[in-house]
């Protein structure tokens, strides 16, 4: 962000933070979720500083849940190669703080809020931790944050990084603004060439950006994130039933899975279906939607016992596992416009993973289940009634259509440690250890 574009941006802060300042006070006070974390984000009562007399000391900031869920074994393994070292977590949503929070505990030495991008607020967060190195995860480009770790010589690393069709229209549209934006970072790592083709389309510094490939892929791994153990009985599921998992599900997708949930259970009286929302609070409402369609409901969040055909999994951090207790999955944010959510979360359980046509955040991993056979992508729901009835009625398809995507994930061990050897070389002081 050169001196011009950074005074017009700062200005238009200033002048948006007075203009929305009752409105955003009183959202803040009536809003628990944003009261709880606005203070720290200015930069105020902020506790005791983070650390201690351990070295490096390296910030790792992601957007939200799915952010995180990327960096998981990356946070792991920046533990085990810098067991002295602080490392220090971020995450912009609430929903994101509470994952990292119960998955990445036991690695982290602190966690923080990420400040709003107020020069005042991001000097203070900064000085507050004054880290040796920043890891942005994937996405979350604030100006800035960016200029001032520049300005105070702190390397910056990007992470996972990808160009949607979308962002690179908008990247394109505003060059001048975005290009000294990626500028900042001493190195982004991508997650295919097309990325970085795209990058250096945009002028950044061919010297600057690595193909490293996708994290998800060894995130997804077995052992590579802390899973609830459950079964079958913890979640009140007929021994005999055949379980469909349709995870991260959106607005206007719940009615299209409910239809062919309805069609499905007339061949298949035992069909399970557990619908986890990507909004865990939406949990009534989906439980009253269902009952309303005289399919017999309950919710995971408020039921010790449950009875009932649906089980609406509206709790944080047990998609992930239940996927191993399905025969068929489905990834939601994709029969709607939501740009997708992550596959591989079912298929590394050599699960067969359904999918819609709106995949753009995963582009790259729905492309390789497809050709691996692992995956099936469906256009409506006159398709994804006729996938699943294929794959309930044959058990040995499902095995071998799953067994394919756990292939795939096999197949691309390695990402993880790429990136622990880039990270080693921006630390300098840490190379021969």
Same mark, same amino acid.
């Given at each position: 962000?050169?001196?011009?574009?950074?005074?017009?941006?700062?200005?238009?802060?200033?002048?948006?933070?007075?203009?929305?300042?009752?409105?955003?006070?009183?959202?803040?006070?009536?809003?628990?979720?944003? /009261?709880?974390?606005?203070?720290?984000?200015?930069?105020?009562?902020?506790?005791?500083?983070?650390?201690?007399?351990?070295?490096?000391?390296? !910030?790792? %900031?992601?957007?939200?849940?799915? #952010?995180?869920?990327?960096? /998981?074994?990356?946070?792991?393994?920046?533990?085990?190669?810098?067991? *002295?070292?602080?490392?220090?977590?971020?995450?912009?949503?609430?929903?994101?703080?509470?994952?990292?929070?119960?998955?990445?505990?036991?690695?982290?030495?602190?966690?923080?809020?990420?400040?709003?991008?107020?020069?005042?607020?991001?000097? /203070?967060?900064?000085?507050?931790?004054?880290?040796?190195?920043?890891?942005?995860?994937?996405?979350?480009? !604030?100006?800035?944050?960016?200029?001032?770790?520049? *300005?105070?010589?702190?390397? &910056?690393?990007?992470?996972?990084?990808?160009?949607?069709?979308?962002?690179?229209?908008?990247?394109?549209?505003?060059? !001048?603004?975005?290009?000294?934006?990626?500028?900042?970072?001493?190195?982004?790592?991508?997650?295919?060439?097309?990325?970085?083709?795209?990058?250096?389309?945009?002028?950044?510094?061919?010297?600057?950006?690595?193909?490293?490939?996708?994290?998800?892929?060894?995130?997804?791994?077995?052992?590579?994130?802390?899973?609830?153990?459950?079964?079958?009985?913890?979640?009140?599921?007929?021994?005999?039933?055949?379980? !469909?998992?349709?995870?991260?599900? %959106?607005?206007?997708?719940?009615?299209?899975?409910?239809?062919?949930?309805?069609?499905?259970?007339?061949?298949?009286?035992?069909?399970?279906?557990?619908?986890?929302?990507?909004?865990?609070? /939406?949990?009534?409402?989906?439980?009253?939607?269902?009952? *309303?369609?005289?399919?017999?409901?309950?919710?995971?969040?408020?039921?010790?016992?449950?009875?009932?055909?649906?089980?609406?999994? =509206?709790?944080?951090?047990?998609?992930? &596992?239940?996927?191993?207790?399905?025969?068929?999955?489905?990834?939601?944010?994709?029969?709607?416009?939501?740009?997708?959510?992550?596959?591989? #979360?079912?298929?590394?359980?050599?699960?067969?993973?359904?999918?819609?046509?709106?995949?753009? =955040?995963?582009?790259?991993?729905?492309?390789?289940?497809?050709?691996?056979?692992?995956?099936?992508?469906?256009?409506?729901?006159?398709?994804?009634?006729?996938?699943?009835?294929?794959?309930?009625?044959?058990?040995?398809?499902?095995?071998?259509?799953?067994?394919?995507? *756990?292939?795939?994930?096999?197949?691309?061990?390695?990402?993880?440690?790429?990136?622990?050897?880039?990270?080693?070389?921006?630390?300098?002081?840490?190379?021969?250890?």
């Amino acid at each position: 962000m050169n001196m011009v574009s950074g005074f017009f941006y700062n200005l238009l802060m200033t002048v948006g933070v007075i203009v929305f300042a009752p409105l955003l006070f009183v959202k803040v006070i009536l809003t628990p979720k944003y /009261r709880s974390r606005t203070g720290k984000r200015l930069g105020f009562a902020l506790g005791e500083k983070p650390g201690g007399s351990g070295s490096p000391c390296i !910030w790792v %900031h992601a957007l939200s849940v799915g #952010e995180v869920a990327s960096a /998981r074994n990356l946070v792991r393994e920046l533990r085990c190669s810098h067991p *002295q070292g602080i490392i220090i977590f971020s995450a912009s949503t609430r929903a994101g703080e509470t994952f990292a929070r119960s998955t990445l505990g036991e690695h982290v030495d602190c966690f923080v809020p990420f400040p709003f991008d107020l020069l005042w607020s991001v000097k /203070r967060l900064l000085s507050w931790v004054n880290p040796d190195l920043f890891i942005l995860v994937e996405t979350d480009f !604030w100006p800035n944050f960016l200029r001032e770790l520049t *300005q105070r010589g702190i390397p &910056s690393l990007l992470v996972n990084g990808r160009v949607s069709e979308s962002s690179m229209s908008r990247y394109t549209a505003f060059r !001048w603004f975005f290009a000294p934006l990626f500028n900042s970072f001493q190195s982004l790592a991508m997650q295919t060439e097309q990325d970085a083709v795209c990058m250096r389309h945009l002028g950044v510094d061919p010297e600057r950006i690595v193909v490293l490939g996708n994290l998800k892929y060894d995130a997804a791994l077995p052992g590579s994130s802390i899973k609830t153990a459950l079964d079958r009985m913890d979640l009140h599921i007929p021994a005999q039933a055949l379980v !469909w998992v349709a995870g991260s599900t %959106h607005p206007g997708e719940e009615e299209i899975l409910f239809n062919v949930f309805q069609k499905l259970v007339r061949t298949y009286a035992d069909l399970f279906l557990i619908l986890a929302p990507r909004d865990v609070g /939406r949990g009534a409402e989906l439980a009253a939607m269902a009952n *309303q369609r005289g399919l017999p409901a309950f919710r995971r969040s408020c039921s010790e016992t449950g009875t009932g055909s649906v089980l609406i999994l =509206d709790t944080l951090g047990e998609l992930s &596992s239940i996927y191993n207790l399905c025969d068929v999955a489905f990834v939601g944010g994709s029969l709607v416009d939501e740009r997708g959510h992550n596959p591989l #979360e079912p298929a590394v359980h050599g699960k067969p993973v359904l999918f819609g046509p709106f995949m753009e =955040d995963f582009a790259e991993i729905s492309g390789d289940l497809l050709a691996a056979e692992g995956g099936v992508q469906v256009c409506n729901e006159e398709e994804l009634y006729d996938c699943l009835s294929l794959l309930l009625s044959d058990p040995a398809r499902r095995e071998l259509t799953g067994r394919k995507a *756990q292939g795939l994930i096999a197949s691309r061990r390695g990402v993880t440690e790429a990136h622990i050897a880039l990270i080693r070389k921006m630390l300098p002081r840490e190379e021969g250890k």
